[in-house]
């Protein structure tokens, strides 16, 4: 399967005024998503235990907590994200931002539970 990054080619998991989360579900053990988080909004703080993330930074600037570290990111940024960290954290500065995220793991529909979106 081939698609535009920006648009990852998924369904809508979440939409609410902060946020909207697509997730791609061509692949059966690798989820991709994206997530289009609006002006001065932030997402909820979550963790994956057991599951190394990598979130590319493709429009718009914001920042980014890691347990007690705050990345600056912006449009071309992408950071790893170990499974040791707990908590992760990303919020607007004053522009909107999009960013695509993998992860190993299940889909969204079975792991919604688990964590706060």
Not at 36 to 52: F, P
Not at 94 to 104: A, G, S, T
């Amino acid at each position: 399967m081939k698609f535009k990054t920006a648009s990852i080619e998924g369904t809508v998991a979440k939409l609410d005024e902060r946020y909207m989360v697509k997730d791609n579900t061509f692949l059966k053990n690798l989820v991709v998503s994206s997530t289009r988080l609006n002006r001065l909004k932030s997402t909820s703080g979550h963790s994956h235990k057991g599951q190394e993330e990598v979130y590319m930074f493709l429009e718009g600037y914001g920042t980014m907590e890691l347990d007690d570290v705050t990345y600056n990111v912006e449009a071309g940024d992408t950071v790893l994200v170990e499974d040791v960290y707990s908590t992760e954290y990303t919020q607007v500065v004053k522009n909107y931002i999009l960013f695509v995220y993998l992860m190993e793991g299940e889909h969204i529909e079975n792991r919604i539970n688990s964590i706060n979106l």
